[in-house]
């Protein structure tokens, strides 16, 4: 199996730029999660997604995020528009629900900087 | 406030010694969970314990669970320097219900040095 892929693996955008993350689920996994990684906040969880449905989104910092999954294997984290302040590793990770104890598996991370 | 909290946040240790991580929580859980990151990588998950076992084995990983105390612990024995890493706890908490909520919250985690 691949993993789960992300993209892009680095961005370095212009404040107020619209940013666009992706990411495609190992298959068959049935629950998607969207994390951000600072040094100063360490791993943050911002959405989860269950059988393609937003169960969770009390962590998305503010409107300018949103976040979308239109099928099992594919899912958007969108910031627009961009502050310096989002700058950040975002992973997005997977699991199958109800098996091995809810282990979720990780993807390399997209590398936001914001100028 | 963070489920997980790990101490020490950093450690530092000579190959062949033992590294040992702690990892305190708040509140009812299902289970706890360790992983790893190496630098400029994808977290890994390492080991799982249940909220119904005290010790758990795999390979050179020993974790124990207490959840009187609400606390957990890593041990690598006879560590390499391969090992260094960041090791974070993840615990998947229990609603009122007493059911996962399906998600798993991370503490800062403690940043292993493994000197050769």
């Known amino acids: 199996d691949a993993g789960v892929i992300q993209s892009p693996r680095h961005e370095v955008t212009e404040m107020g730029q619209e940013v666009t993350l992706r990411c495609k689920p190992i298959?068959?996994?049935?629950?998607l999660f969207w994390y951000r990684q600072t040094m100063m906040r360490g791993l943050e969880l911002l959405i989860y997604?269950?059988?393609?449905?937003?169960?969770?989104d009390s962590g998305m910092p503010e409107d300018r995020f949103s976040a979308k999954m239109p099928n099992a294997s594919f899912s958007t984290l969108k910031i627009q528009p961009s502050e310096p302040r989002d700058s950040a590793v975002y992973f997005c990770?997977?699991?199958?629900?109800?098996?091995?104890?809810?282990?979720?598996?990780f993807g390399e991370g997209s590398w936001l900087t914001v100028v | 406030s963070q489920q997980g909290e790990e101490d020490p946040q950093a450690l530092s240790i000579q190959e062949g010694e033992n590294a040992t991580m702690n990892c305190s929580y708040k509140?009812?859980?299902?289970?706890l969970q360790w992983y790893r990151q190496n630098s400029g990588r994808g977290l890994v998950h390492l080991i799982l314990?249940?909220?119904?076992?005290r010790e758990k084995h795999s390979g050179r990983l020993r974790v124990t669970l207490d959840t009187s105390k609400k606390s957990s612990s890593l041990l690598i024995t006879a560590s390499r320097a391969a090992d260094t890493a960041s090791y974070f706890c993840?615990?998947?908490?229990?609603?009122?219900?007493?059911?996962?909520?399906?998600?798993?919250?991370f503490g800062q985690g403690t940043i292993l040095t493994v000197h050769p």
């Open positions: 990770a997977s699991s199958q629900q109800g098996l091995s104890g809810n282990t979720i598996y």
């Open positions: 298959s068959g996994h049935n629950s």
């Open positions: 997604f269950n059988n393609n449905v937003p169960i969770d």
């Open positions: 509140t009812s859980i299902n289970n």
């Open positions: 314990i249940r909220s119904n076992e």
């Open positions: 993840a615990t998947d908490a229990l609603n009122a219900g007493g059911t996962s909520y399906g998600k798993l919250t």
